[in-house]
């Protein structure tokens, strides 16, 4: 899946609940904070990290590429 960003970034919370892969802002903390995200392939625990176009973030098998 592509998101388009109208911004200079997105952050990875708002970025799995604005995709629809978590269905709130809490859920996203929880999974980021347990280690189930990557971004561009490597585990990530900050709710915050600020994802760019071109940042691919997995979880579960699904992955969602920032454009």
């Known amino acids: 899946m592509k998101i388009k960003i109208n911004s200079e970034y997105i952050k990875l919370d708002q970025l799995l609940k604005f995709a629809d892969i978590t269905s709130s802002g809490g859920e996203s903390k929880i999974l980021i904070k347990e280690g189930h995200v990557k971004v561009n ?13 071109g940042d691919i973030v997995e979880m579960d098998g699904e992955s969602v590429e920032i454009e």
């Open 41 to 53: 392939g490597e585990v990530e625990t900050r709710r915050g990290r600020k994802l760019h176009p």
